[in-house]
């Protein structure tokens, strides 16, 4: 599971708040081969501080949690600068003026997903910081989509599974 070689499949989660969520893309991000997962400002961890499992995401991300590297990051700008020394395409799943269709992204790698808070999605600082902002289309009624359902949408398309 550890790997000393830099991850070329990175997901950043910042300000997740279900559990449920968290476990769901940790499922959905090992279906895609994503090699490591950033956890970022309230976004529950797999582990809590005194490492007793998160009994919520493990019963939704099913072993994931356990066959993904995870790291808890406190911010997520400062989690991006260290990605863009590394040369590493960051990618927001997001719903913006400035989006483009997710199924016209070209993805490089080493890439990072960044997905949104469920109800205010990510900042416009974030935004501004990226290099790609990828939105899903909608095509009724409602505004968006739950953020681990988009996450797997996005990724299965990106990432051409």
């Known amino acids: 599971m550890k790997s000393t070689a ?6 950043i989660l910042p300000d997740i708040r279900s559990a449920q969520n968290v476990g769901s893309l940790f499922r959905t991000a090992d279906a895609c081969g994503i090699e490591f997962v950033y ?8 582990l809590d501080q005194f490492d007793r499992p998160n009994s919520a995401i493990a019963k939704t991300a099913l072993g994931a949690e356990q066959s993904i590297s995870w790291k ?3 911010s997520l700008s400062s989690l991006l600068n260290m990605l863009k020394k590394q040369g590493v395409q ?19 790698f080493p890439v990072a ?3 949104g808070n469920e109800v205010d999605g ?4 974030i935004l501004n910081k990226v290099d790609v902002v990828a939105e899903i289309p909608m095509g009724g009624i409602k505004e968006s989509l739950n953020v681990s359902v988009a996450g797997g949408i996005a990724l299965f398309r990106m990432l051409n599974i």
């Open 90 to 108: 960051t990618i927001a799943i997001e719903q913006s003026e400035t989006a483009v269709d997710y199924k016209k992204v070209k993805v490089q």
């Open 113 to 115: 997903f960044i997905m």
């Open 122 to 125: 990510l900042p416009k600082a």
């Open 72 to 74: 808890k990051v406190a």
């Open 39 to 46: 956890i970022v400002g309230i976004t529950p961890a797999p």
């Open 6 to 11: 830099f991850p070329n499949k990175i997901l």
